[in-house]
């Protein structure tokens, strides 16, 4: 359910939401932003699937993948600034990419 009316968090829900039909209006109209955003989602699966991949498979290897595959997610889902306290003590072990770039 969208904010009320009238209020700061309803006028960054309708911003929100006409560059979302923006995006998905230029993704129908125009083939080449179209592959680049093939492509950047492209290197961030082969990105997460080296992380879950990758390290010795020791228990603390296992649980340092464990937090990138929920900060992956987050980052997907929510942004940047929706991450949990404890990615302030693991964020040393995680590397950030340059944002997506806006429509």
Known sequence: MPPAKNTLDRDGFD??????????GRLESDSAF????EAICKQAY???TVQQQNGANLPVDQAIREFH????????NLGPDRQPSSFNVIEA??????????V
């Open 15 to 24: 911003a929100a939401v006409e560059r979302f039909d923006a995006a998905v």
């Open 34 to 37: 179209r592959k680049e955003i």
């Open 46 to 48: 082969d990105l997460v």
């Open 69 to 76: 595959l929920e900060y992956n997610n987050r980052e997907a």
């Open 93 to 102: 072990f995680y590397g950030l990419c340059s944002p997506i770039p806006s």
